[in-house]
């Protein structure tokens, strides 16, 4: 499996983006779908999460501000983000967690988008 992770770009603080992340290639189960971010000098951080049964979860500091969803088949997950902040700027990656049969899992990574926002 393979993602790609598209979207980002140059945005004046306060403004929105939405980050898609397709997937290509088949699986037999998805787990979860993750957005990460990584920030210069900063460690890579989960930002949200979403598991097949349509759960969700959020860091702390975009809690209420970023969404994230996906389409029916999971070939696409989305990351909306709004009222963006100076320190949302980084590479946003996807990362899917599932597995190809019963004994092979496997855990992708998408080559990240980057999302500057500028004050």
């Known amino acids: 499996v393979q993602l790609q992770a598209s979207g980002g770009g140059l945005v004046q603080a306060g403004g929105s983006l939405r980050l898609s992340c397709a997937r290509s290639?088949?699986?037999?189960?998805?787990?979860?779908v993750d957005w990460y971010r990584q920030a210069p000098g900063k460690q890579r951080e989960v930002v949200a999460s979403i598991t097949s049964g349509g759960s969700t979860s959020y860091a702390e500091s975009i809690k209420d501000r970023f969404t994230i969803s996906r389409d029916n088949d999971w070939t696409v997950t989305y990351l909306q983000m709004t009222s963006l902040k100076s320190d949302d700027s980084a590479v946003y990656y996807c990362?899917?967690?599932?597995?190809?049969?019963?004994?092979?899992?496997?855990?992708?990574w998408g080559q990240g988008t980057l999302v500057t926002v500028s004050s």
């Open positions: 990362r899917i967690q599932g597995a190809y049969d019963p004994w092979t899992p496997t855990d992708a």
């Open positions: 290639g088949s699986l037999l189960k998805i787990d979860t």
